[in-house]
C-alpha cells in the first residue's frame, strides 16, 4: 500500500524547524509490514511541489498530523486537494484531531481521525482500510454517518514500539544550527507527563501519563540516528520530552550517555523535581541548557494553573543553575485566564531575578482541558470548524487576562527582545544571544 504522511507547515518566526518525529515513529509499524511509507514536509517543500508529489504518486493513504493554530491551514489546505484530486483515504492524527475528533471528522475532507498516540492505531486503520469497524482509536465516516471507536488501546511500555525508521528522512535536512552553532538534532527519551497543569493538552492526549523509553532503546535510536548522519554535534531533547524525567537519577543516566557519544544537549525539566546534584551532573556532562516551565511570577497564578511550584522553587533552581554556570531558559505564558496587572508586573519582576534564557508566549486554549472548560463556562465562543481554530498562535494574544492588550504586547517584547539582550549580554552569554537572533530572524 502507499502511504504519504505529510508534515504540515510550522515553521514560523520564533521557532526551529520542524522536525517529524510523531510521523517517523507512526511510520515505523507501516513500513516494517512492507507498506510502502513516505514523509512529505511543507517546511522544506512548497506547498505546490507537496500537491503534485501528491497527484503524481496516487496514494491509498494520506496522513496528516496538525497543532491547534497556524498548523491547521497547511493541513486544511493539502486534504481538500487531496479529496479532489486522488482516490485516496485522508485520515488526521496528532494533537488537535485528538482533542476535537467529532469535530473534525465533520469536515468533507477528512475520512478518519486517530485520537491519541497513533503508533499502533494507524498500523491497525492501515491494515483494516475496507472494515474499519475493527479498529480501536479512531472516529470515522460511514455511509454518511458518523461512527466512533473510542478510545484506542494505549501504549504502555513504549519499548514495545519499533525502533524509530530514521532512514525514511533524510536526517542531514533536519539538523539546524543550535547554541554554539552545533548541528543539532531532536531525539525522544520519553512520552507525556505526570503533572496536570490545567492549561496543558497532555492529561488529554497521552492519557497514560508519563512514560520512558528504557536506557537501551534511547541508545538504540541515538546509535541508529548517528550512523544515518555521523556529523550531528548536539540533540535537543525538549523538542518532544515534555519531561526528561521525574526521576533525577536516570536524568544523570541520560546525560551520561549523551556525553558518551560525545554530544552537547538540552531538556526539560520542572523546578520542583531538579537537585543539585543532578544539575551539577549536566554541567558537567556538556548540557547546553535547561528548559522549565515557570509560567508566571504570581504565586496566586501558579497555584491556579495547578502547577505545583512555587516561586521560591523557581528563584533557588535559577539561582544555583547560574552559580554553576549551567544555561537556563524560563518559560512565560502571558494573558492567562484571571490574570491581572499585578500579577504580570510579578512575572515581569521574576523575569528580571533570575537572569536566564527567557521565552514567553501567550497562552493558548487546548480544546478538553481544565482552563479551556474554565473559559467555556465564563463566556468563552468555541470556535465552530477547524479552520476557526487557524489564527490562535502563541505570539498573539486573544484578552482572556484582565490586562490590557497594550500591557500585555509590551510585556510580552519586553520579556523576549529586551530583557533578553540586556541579561544575554550582561552574563556575557554571546552564543545564546546569536542563536535566539538568528531563531527570530529565520537566518
Keep these: 500500500m502507499k502511504i504519504l504522511l505529510i508534515n504540515p507547515e510550522t515553521k514560523f518566526p520564533g521557532k526551529v524547524p520542524s522536525i517529524p518525529l510523531g510521523l517517523l515513529q507512526v511510520a515505523a509499524l507501516p513500513e516494517k509490514e512492507g507498506n510502502d511509507v513516505e514523509i512529505l514536509d511543507c517546511n522544506k517543500l512548497p506547498i505546490d ?86 479498529v480501536k482509536g479512531i472516529v470515522f465516516k460511514d455511509d454518511g454517518k458518523i461512527r466512533s471507536n473510542l478510545p484506542g488501546k494505549p501504549v504502555k511500555n ?58 537501551k532503546r534511547v541508545r538504540e535510536n541515538l546509535e541508529n540516528l548517528l ?15 515534555n519531561l526528561i524525567g521525574s526521576d533525577p537519577d536516570r536524568a544523570i543516566q541520560l546525560s551520561r550517555l549523551f556525553k558518551g557519544h560525545d554530544l552537547r544537549w538540552g531538556c526539560q525539566f520542572r523546578v520542583s523535581n531538579v537537585n543539585k546534584k543532578m544539575l551539577k551532573e549536566f554541567k558537567k556532562n556538556d548540557c547546553e541548557y535547561i528548559f522549565f516551565g515557570v509560567e508566571s511570577g504570581s504565586q496566586r497564578i501558579l497555584d491556579f494553573l495547578n502547577k505545583r511550584t512555587s516561586v521560591k522553587q523557581i528563584i533557588d533552581v535559577f539561582d544555583f ?36 534564557v527567557l521565552y514567553a508566549g501567550f497562552y493558548q486554549p487546548y480544546p478538553e482541558t481544565s482552563l479551556y472548560n474554565f473559559l467555556v463556562k465564563n463566556g468563552f465562543s468555541e470556535p465552530k470548524s477547524t479552520e476557526d481554530w487557524i489564527e490562535f498562535d502563541f ?49
Design 227 to 241: 550512523n544515518s548522519y555521523p556529523k550531528i554535534e548536539a540533540l535537543k531533547v525538549d523538542y518532544e520530552d
Design 158 to 215: 513504549l519499548d514495545s514500539l519499533s525502533p524509530i525508521p530514521w532512514d525514511i528522512i533524510d536526517v542531514k535536512d533536519y539538523t539546524f544550527k543550535w547554541i554554539g552553532g552545533f548541528r543539532t538534532m531532536a531525539l525522544p527519551t520519553s512520552r507525556g507527563c505526570p503533572y496536570d497543569c490545567n492549561f496543558c493538552y497532555n492529561k488529554v492526549f497521552y492519557c497514560e501519563g508519563w512514560r520512558p523509553y528504557s536506557l
Design 321 to 356: 543553575s547560574n552559580e554553576i554556570g549551567l544555561r537556563s531558559v524560563a518559560s512565560f505564558m502571558l494573558d492567562i485566564p484571571t490574570e491581572t496587572r499585578k500579577d504580570l508586573s510579578q512575572t515581569a519582576k521574576l523575569a528580571r531575578r533570575l537572569k536566564s
Design 395 to 443: 505570539s498573539r494574544n486573544h484578552n482572556f487576562s484582565g490586562v490590557s492588550n497594550t500591557e500585555l504586547r509590551f510585556t510580552y517584547y519586553y520579556l523576549n527582545y529586551i530583557l533578553n539582550t540586556q541579561t544575554l549580554l550582561q552574563k556575557g552569554d554571546y552564543e545564546m544571544f546569536v542563536t535566539l537572533l538568528k531563531t527570530v530572524l529565520r537566518i
Design 49 to 134: 511541489r507537496v500537491k503534485k508529489k501528491i497527484k503524481k504518486s496516487d496514494p491509498d493513504v494520506i496522513g496528516l498530523t496538525g497543532w491547534t493554530g497556524k498548523s491547521l491551514k497547511s493541513c486544511v489546505e493539502i486534504s481538500k486537494f487531496s479529496k479532489e484530486n486522488t482516490q485516496a483515504k485522508v485520515v488526521w492524527g496528532g494533537v488537535h484531531s485528538s482533542l476535537l475528533p467529532y469535530q473534525v471528522i465533520r469536515e468533507d475532507y477528512v475520512d478518519f481521525v486517530v485520537a491519541g498516540e497513533g503508533d499502533l492505531i494507524f498500523s491497525d486503520l492501515i491494515n483494516n482500510l475496507k472494515n474499519p469497524k475493527r
